[in-house]
């Protein structure tokens, strides 16, 4: 990013307390494209299904425990805040309907990555492509819906250190083992604002071994995973 980038009023990411938020959603939606467009590719071959198939276990497993998460820690936090706000109550109870929904498609997809992996072929990959299209839009349709009604309702609910201590809770959970692959994931794209910003949650360790370990390994690993 360069020095004329905008940051937020306090001299931090333009998007605030949400910037890791908003990163991990980029992170979905760029991969999904990502995986529909490799699957569709001409001729691949077992090796690289099977890559694939490992790289949407993957995004799946970040998918589930994203909502988790928010169903399990966040949304408990924010409801006895809004006692007698029944209109943005109700938002919360959408978002976690919306997640129950996502659950069969992303089921039905690892059971067309596993047949793809076992016998890749441009049939399947372009049946497979179609799920995972399919998947793309409804989950943006929930991320957007995320964003614009569900971010301004938190972001009144909860004080700054709330919301800070429940994302260093969430980061501590998410281990040294998870970090390295996490945090390069969400980091594929992001600005440096935006990265410093993230990498100032886990403990000085993480951020060392962020630059120096985890996204140089990264780096080398999508840029095979995505070649054609």
């Known amino acids: 990013m360069d020095s004329g980038e905008q940051r ?6 333009p998007r605030g307390r949400f910037t890791i938020v908003y990163l991990i959603h980029e992170a979905f939606r760029r991969d999904l494209a990502r995986l529909s467009s490799a699957v569709r590719g001409p ?13 949407w276990e993957f995004i799946n497993d970040q998918l589930h ?12 936090l924010v409801r ?5 706000r029944n209109d943005e109550l109700a938002v919360l109870s959408e978002m ?8 069969p ?18 049939h399947a990959g372009a049946e497979l492509g179609d799920e995972l299209d399919s998947l793309a839009s409804q989950l943006e349709s929930h991320l957007n819906d995320e964003e614009v009604r569900c971010f301004p309702v ?21 281990g040294i083992r998870g970090s390295a692959r996490f945090f390069p994931w969400i980091f594929d794209g992001a600005d440096a604002v935006e990265r410093n910003a993230v990498l100032r949650m886990p403990p000085p360790p993480v ?17 095979t995973l995505w070649a054609s």
Do not use: M
Request: aromatic share 8%; glycine share 8%; hydrophobic share 35%.
């Open 207 to 223: 951020r060392v071994l962020c630059r120096y370990v985890w996204e140089p390994r990264y780096d080398r690993t999508v840029a």
């Open 65 to 76: 425990h994203h909502h988790e998460v928010e169903d399990a820690s966040l949304w408990p």
């Open 154 to 174: 938190i972001d009144q609910a909860l004080s700054v250190e709330e919301f800070e201590s429940f994302g260093k809770a969430t980061a501590k959970a998410v």
């Open 8 to 13: 937020g009023p306090d001299g931090g990411p």
């Open 80 to 84: 006895p805040k809004l006692s007698g």
């Open 43 to 55: 001729r691949v071959d077992q090796q690289r299904a099977r890559r694939l198939s490992a790289h």
């Open 96 to 103: 976690e309907a919306q997640h129950i929904t996502l659950v």
């Open 105 to 122: 498609q992303c089921e039905a997809i690892g059971v067309g990555f596993s047949s793809f992996a076992t016998k890749p072929n441009e």
